[in-house]
């Protein structure tokens, strides 16, 4: 149904674990060259080598997004390794918990550097190989914490995930004289390391508060994320999409209970 992407070279933030190991394993299987970025040597080794056993190709790199120096190595590899950069997954995150009255500076700046900066950093590194082929696909993993929604604790948080789509609509207008596009997903709950770190009561909570009744899968994600970098994709930009399982639709508690009882 959709046209191949095999052979197209990929970039993935935070792919050692998480959602951004499912993208780089959706995107691995597809046939795309898969440069897995991460903090953690080995978890990037791992992924690389299971997409290797499976057919795919991948390569592992170590670099930290919050950091000029090592978004630009990171580009600088995918260009040696794969001939230039097709597309780019700015998916790197961390979401601790604070709440206002006890969240420092430094865990206000450590999300922002992060979520945000990371983000900028990471597209900024890209652009000279993708402007120099005249195309490129960016998508950013955002939530639906800070664009749509609110959770005590997230204030930083939900303000670097809504500010990555500000950063997304003029970036698309920006670099849409180069066919460059960028777009968004917005996950709600997923089933990640990160996610298992708040919690068993935190994860109950969340699946009794979703309509289709699970959490999402990594997968659910990477699917998506694989739509924006589809040519069928090719004329969409600047647009972000909500995966959540219907997360964000209840109006109210008694909204999910009236869907239970099914009156
Ligand atoms: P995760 O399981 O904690 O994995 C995060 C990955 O990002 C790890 O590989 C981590 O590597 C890497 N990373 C963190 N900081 C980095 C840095 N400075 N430089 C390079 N890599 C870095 O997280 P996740 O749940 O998959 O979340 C991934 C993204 O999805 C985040 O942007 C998050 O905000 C977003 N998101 C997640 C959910 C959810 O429910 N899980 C919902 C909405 C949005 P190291 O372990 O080596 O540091």
Known sequence: MFNSIKGRSVIITGAGKGIGRGIARRFGAV?????????????????????????????????????????????????????????????????????LGAMTESDFDAVIDTNLKGTFLSVSACLPAMKANKSGRIILTSSITGPVTGYPGWAHYGASKAGQ????????????????????????????????????????SMEASVPLGRLGSVTDIANAALFFASDEAAYITGQSLIIDGGQVLPESLAALDAMRSGS
Do not use: W
Not at 34 to 55: F, K, N, P, W, Y
């Open 165 to 204: 789509l500000g950063f997304m609509r003029t970036a698309a207008i920006e670099l849409a004289p180069f066919n460059i596009t960028v777009n968004a997903v917005l996950p709600g709950n997923i089933a990640t390391e990160g996610l298992a770190h708040l919690g068993a009561d935190y994860i109950r």
């Open 31 to 99: 046939g795309c060259k898969v440069l897995l970025v991460a903090r953690t040597q080995g978890d990037a080794d791992s992924v690389a080598a299971e997409i290797g056993a499976a057919g795919g190709t991948a390569r592992a790199f170590v670099a930290d997004v919050r950091t000029a120096a090592g978004t630009q190595a990171m580009a600088q590899a995918a260009v040696d390794a794969f001939g230039g950069i097709d597309i780019l997954c700015a998916n790197a995150g961390i979401f601790p918990a604070a709440k």
